[in-house]
């Protein structure tokens, strides 16, 4: 089954490479989604895949990325149709 989720990573996880961590091992997964800087110095995330993968995927990200994440804030999210790949976005929505 396809799940989404969203994340709030916050720690050391800007300015030392988790985006484009994230964004590389994404690329070994059928995962979809996006991840951002949110202006209060804390990363979201949002994946989608079969919950399964998804969760490999998690674990993965986190111990190629231990030590600089101090707090995950999970939350489940719509689905998302026709999406495709896995980016990063440059800029919080406003």
Do not use: C
């Amino acid at each position: 089954m396809v799940t989404r989720q969203r994340i709030i990573f916050q720690g050391r996880v800007q300015g030392v490479g988790f985006r484009a961590r994230t964004t590389s091992i994404a690329s070994r997964y059928p995962v979809t989604g996006w991840i951002r800087n949110e202006p209060d110095g804390t990363v979201m995330l949002e994946a989608q895949a079969d919950e399964q993968i998804l969760e490999s995927f998690l674990n993965d990200l986190r111990k190629k990325t231990s030590g600089l994440v101090e707090r995950e804030i999970h939350a489940h999210v719509r689905t998302v149709a026709n999406e495709s790949g896995f980016e990063i976005h440059r800029n919080a929505a406003p």
